[in-house]
């Protein structure tokens, strides 16, 4: 099975600034024939389902405000949300889909400080 | 847009089944779309289950192949989990989801996600 690693287990940000998740795989989610990293990121709010947020490691999914951006290849990547917005409170997953088992990390807990 | 729906007993004895069903609506179920449980204990994070195309091709989690059984009803545009042998530890959050399509060669990530149903296993 790839392990997901997140980095920090939870984070506190002023409203406006800026919080940096991190994410770990054990082995690559970088698909090579088509040059696609399978890294998922999800918002999870208290009471409802993940939302998909960002796909294909930096690919922002519709509807998703651009104050979400995500970066990185191979085994490390990371979620940035800029000028943070109370409704930002959540829990944040990454998930690889490279393989199966389909894992997630352990879920990063945002919140306002 | 499609829409998922988790329905089933929210109690269940110790070693017994847990059976819950997932219906589709607002869209088919017979799509170039996996359908996935997941689910996800009382405070802590999401564990992948399996997931079925509406051939009946099934991929299963290795921890949990050996208790698990997605089923897919056409007639019916739902498809179905099975969880036997409970225990306490199977108390959980139980979500169905979709995988989209975004252009992958072999899978996408998940896009439409039941509310999900609350199961505990409890005497």
């Known amino acids: 099975d790839i392990v997901m690693t997140q980095s920090p287990d939870s984070l506190a940000v002023s409203l406006g600034g800026r919080a940096t998740i991190n994410c770990k795989s054990s082995q690559t989610v970088l698909y090579i024939s088509n040059n696609k990293n399978y890294l998922a990121w999800y918002q999870q709010k208290p009471g409802q389902p993940p939302k998909l947020l960002i796909y294909?490691?930096?690919a922002r999914e519709s509807g998703v405000p651009d104050r979400f951006t995500a970066s990185g290849s191979g085994t490390d990547f990371t979620l940035t949300i800029s000028s943070l917005q109370a409704e930002d409170v959540a829990v944040y997953y990454c998930q690889q889909y490279y393989s199966t088992p389909y894992t997630f990390g352990q879920g990063t807990k945002l919140e306002i400080k | 847009q499609v829409q998922l729906q988790e329905s089933g007993p929210g109690l269940v004895r110790p070693s017994g089944t847990l059976s819950l069903t997932c219906a589709v609506s607002?869209?088919?179920?017979?799509?170039?779309?996996?359908w996935n449980w997941v689910r996800q204990p009382p405070g802590k994070g999401l564990e992948w289950i399996g997931e079925i195309f509406h051939t009946g091709s099934t991929n299963y989690n290795p921890s949990l192949k050996s208790r698990v059984t997605i089923s897919v009803d056409k007639s019916k545009n739902q498809f179905s989990l099975n969880l036997y042998s409970v225990t306490a530890a199977d108390t959980a959050v139980y979500y169905c989801?979709?995988?989209?399509?975004?252009?992958?060669?072999?899978?996408?990530?998940?896009?439409?996600w039941g509310q999900g149903t609350v199961v505990t296993v409890s005497s």
């Open positions: 989801a979709r995988v989209g399509t975004f252009g992958g060669l072999s899978t996408d990530p998940f896009d439409i």
């Open positions: 607002r869209g088919s179920i017979n799509t170039n779309n996996w």
């Open positions: 294909w490691a930096s």
